[in-house]
């Protein structure tokens, strides 16, 4: 049996964790060989590499910061060089202060915005240099950009809300040379950040339809679908992966 992803080369930022850990040993299982992105931990970075290799691909992690430009341009450099091409980019390193809106200061928001807007930006800029005809953007954004229930979100959910507009602009962009970009709403999910047995989950669970948190491979699923062939005709799309958060 042959490999959906298989030949193909991905960049996952924040890919040392959680839903973005996920995501790069669901391509490896697809048969991609898969670039990861991480800012303080390389023990867990090193974890997910050793993952995607058990999959009988090959893996390589690099220290980037988000928040600065130069480290996320080098970690797409970075990855061409390592692999010698680069096929799909998932946008996922991203950050969040959750307060009222009165007490986050200017260091809070200049960081979020850095991060979640910027970085997602310029990463996408760099990789879009890169790809090749049918290569795959995909952003993470968030379920609270469709709908925010509950105060102290606000910042949160205008850098993701922006991931909506990068996405259908790199559409249009790019869609003449063959580059799909395409957007995933996360739900609640069960990561060590927002844990399904965690102080708010009961709450988070209660906005939901299926009324639980989602499990990082659930993510990792729809993200896999988009960069193989069945997202061959998906461009400029929104997909909530949010158990009816939405709805």
């Not at 790809?131 to 979100?153: D, K, M, Q, Y």
């Amino acid at each position: 049996m042959i490999s959906p992803l298989n030949g193909k080369v991905a960049l996952v930022t924040g890919g040392s964790r959680g839903i973005g850990a996920a995501v790069a040993l669901r391509l490896a299982q697809d048969g991609a060989d898969v670039a990861l992105t991480y800012q303080h931990n390389k023990e867990q970075a090193a974890q997910v590499v050793a993952g995607i290799e058990a999959a009988g691909r090959r893996g390589w992690a690099v220290r980037a910061d988000f928040g600065e430009g130069p480290d996320v341009t080098a970690a797409v450099e970075g990855t061409v060089t390592e692999f010698g091409r680069l096929d799909i980019l998932v946008n996922n390193a991203g950050t969040g202060v959750m307060a009222p809106i009165g007490e986050l200061s200017l260091e809070d928001i200049d960081r979020v915005l850095a991060v979640n807007v910027r970085g997602a930006y310029l990463a996408a800029r760099a990789a879009a240099g890169q790809l090749a005809e049918g290569g795959r953007i995909i952003n993470i954004g968030s379920c609270i950009t469709e709908r925010v229930p509950f105060p102290g979100a606000t910042l949160y959910a205008t850098s993701k809300a922006a991931l909506t507009g990068l996405t259908k602009g790199l559409a249009r962009e790019l869609g003449g040379r063959g580059i799909t970009a395409n957007l995933v709403q996360p739900g609640p999910t069960n990561t060590d950040m927002n844990p399904a047995d965690g102080p708010s989950a009961s709450a988070q669970q209660g906005f939901t339809v299926l009324g639980r948190h989602a499990e990082p491979s659930e993510i990792a699923a729809t993200v896999a679908h988009l960069a193989g062939e069945g997202g061959n005709y998906i461009t400029g799309a929104s997909l909530a992966v949010d158990g009816g958060h939405s709805a």
